[in-house]
């Protein structure tokens, strides 16, 4: 029973990082937790927000171009299509 449960948990982990909310996991795999306030919203880790639809403010800002040293619009990280770098 333990390895049952163990096992559902480890599914609605894996639902929960796809970004699935967690009310919705509780119902699904009848986890027995309360309904939490913020449960019916999905969360994606940072890692996986598509390149362009980053904030201006969470964006790093470039570099300051210093003499002999790569120009504002050289430097910095280059992200991808899939946002890694």
């Not at 599914?11 to 986890?31: C, H, Q, W, Y």
């Not at 919203?41 to 800002?61: H, I, K, N, W, Y």
């Not at 171009?65 to 504002?72: D, L």
């Amino acid at each position: 029973m333990q390895a049952a449960r163990r096992d559902r948990l480890e599914s609605a982990k894996t639902g929960f990082d796809m970004g699935i909310p967690f009310n919705e996991l509780n119902r699904v795999f009848d986890l027995g937790f309360k309904s939490l306030p913020w449960g019916n919203t999905g969360f994606l880790p940072s890692r996986l927000v598509a390149a362009g639809s980053l904030q201006q403010s969470a964006a790093p800002a470039a570099p300051k171009s210093v003499e002999g040293g790569p120009k504002s619009d050289e430097g910095g990280p280059k992200l991808t299509k899939a946002g890694q770098l």
